[in-house]
């Protein structure tokens, strides 16, 4: 009964399938015909009944990707079944979900492309194998993790298994961003553990395997390879984020933010409303990508929100209080946090400071509530260069001693001559509600702000692109 004689099954395997993709038959009399689908290991998950009466001639159905249930089915091999009067004849399909199939498809001398969202190469070797390796082009959703498969035999019923990763959805909030050049880049979200990755300078974002289900706040990137993040926890990644290894602070606090100076040199801040008997803060250093942490300083005096060093000179900031009414708190070290000394700040100042970042010994920026402070001579003295007492300012990113980038949430603001004048660059539309928590550049030329509701802003060419969202 696998075969019968008064009707075929015209679909051909493989056949990637989508939820419009017409399931086709040819009948040579009039019979009554049914259509079920099953998985893989034989359960049938839909009946389609709308078929009750088959007439002769070519005719097709379509299965909407639901089980019986109407849920949608997972992707993956299904076979579906149309029987009739004799018999039953049964075909495999690959199923996509909800989206096209597309992509191109080689040999040596042929190229033919089927759409514009997914590639597959094959690369004949001789006439009996090809290498095979499928990736991504623009509007590939989801984003599949690139696969090399070589010296294989190809038939008629060949399937070549791939990996799909999730992306990043315009509903979360991103934390921090940064890039180890034009091109690959890590941010981290507000779901737990969420990090994401881009290799085609902001194009797609692809989430990866942390294994960890903590919040995460900050991130920092040295190389393409080396990564760390911290928060509620601590992962470092020293494969370009394909794995993730998780470590524990020596400190109940959530980790604000964390900084490489080089491979053996990195430092992480933060701090919480204090528990009896606990200090409120923390500084802490590791040699070893955070295997082992050290407490280089702690203290019952505010939280810590901000970190930055060049060599063995370093600023920490954040607030003496736990709320918006605190005073700067600015500490400071010269031998590599073998000692912390605090400095002052102009007397005017009464609100926190959250993000610093320092050129070289003598000269950094830090912002806050108040608005951006900036010192030439190693902090013995700050002074204002914007001040403003309306909404604070969350990040900056200085570029070099002239070149400097702060924001707000509704607002990036920039200056070209070390402070003394800024200009507003952007400025949210106020039909928008999303609010912009990190600015970032990798290079004059090129930047990046992030903050609520997926959004990613992309400076380029002397413009801000809403990038994601």
């Known amino acids: 009964k696998d075969r019968i004689n008064d009707y075929e099954v015209l679909q051909n395997y493989p056949n990637p399938f989508t939820d419009r993709t017409k399931i086709e038959y040819s009948i040579k009399k009039n019979a009554p015909v049914s259509v079920n689908i099953y998985d893989i290991i034989g359960r049938m998950i839909k009946s389609i009944t709308s078929i009750n009466i088959g007439y002769q001639g070519t005719h097709h159905v379509f299965w909407d990707g639901t089980d019986n249930n109407n849920r949608k089915v997972a992707y993956g091999v299904y076979f579906y079944r149309i029987t009739g009067l004799n018999g039953s004849q049964t075909k495999k399909m690959i199923f996509l979900s909800n989206s096209d199939f597309s992509g191109t498809v080689y040999n040596m ?11 597959l190469s094959f690369n004949q070797e001789d006439s009996q194998s090809y ?7 623009d509007s590939t959703m989801p984003r599949i993790i690139g696969v090399d498969q070589n010296n294989v035999i ?5 399937t070549l298994n791939f990996e799909a990763h999730e992306t990043l959805s315009k509903y979360t909030s991103i934390h921090d961003i940064e890039f180890s050049d034009s091109l690959i880049g890590w941010l981290v979200t507000r779901e737990p553990g969420s990090i994401y990755k881009t290799i085609d300078g902001g194009k797609v974002w692809i989430g990866l395997k942390t294994g960890n289900s903590k919040n ?3 991130i920092s990137v040295l190389n393409k390879d080396s990564i760390i993040a911290v928060g509620d926890t601590t992962l470092y990644s020293t494969d370009g984020g394909k794995s993730w290894t998780g470590l524990t602070n020596p ?3 959530q980790l604000s933010e964390v900084k490489f100076v080089n491979p053996s040199n990195i430092w992480a801040v933060g701090g919480s409303i204090p528990i009896v008997g606990q200090k409120s803060n923390v500084i802490l250093h590791t040699t070893n990508m955070g295997v082992d ?16 060093f060049k060599g063995h000179h370093g600023w920490v900031v954040g607030n003496t209080g736990y709320d918006n009414f605190g005073v700067p708190l600015i500490l400071h070290t010269t031998n590599n946090g073998e000692s912390w000394i605090k400095q002052t700040t102009p007397s005017q100042v009464q609100a926190p ?3 610093v970042q320092c050129i070289d010994s003598l000269i950094g920026f830090t912002v806050g509530y108040a608005g951006v402070l900036k010192t030439t001579n190693g902090g013995i003295n700050w002074e204002w260069v914007y001040h403003n007492f309306g909404p604070p300012f969350w990040n900056l990113s200085v570029i070099n001693d002239q070149e400097i980038w702060i924001n707000r949430g509704t607002n990036i603001l920039s200056s070209t001559n070390g402070g003394q004048s800024w200009q507003q660059i952007w400025q949210r539309d106020p039909t928008n509600t999303f609010t912009i928590e990190t600015v970032y550049f990798v290079n004059s030329s090129i930047g990046w702000a992030v903050g609520s509701r997926g959004t990613i802003l992309k400076y380029e060419s002397g413009n801000w692109i809403d990038w994601h969202r």
């Open 109 to 119: 001398t042929y190229s033919k492309n089927i759409e514009n969202k997914m590639t």
């Open 131 to 137: 290498n095979i390796h499928v990736e991504n082009t």
């Open 154 to 158: 190809l038939s008629s019923d060949s």
């Open 216 to 218: 995460l706040y900050s």
């Open 251 to 253: 400190s109940p606090f």
């Open 293 to 308: 942490w050290k407490v280089a300083y702690s203290s019952d005096e505010g939280s810590l929100s901000g970190v930055s």
């Open 353 to 355: 400071v959250s993000k």
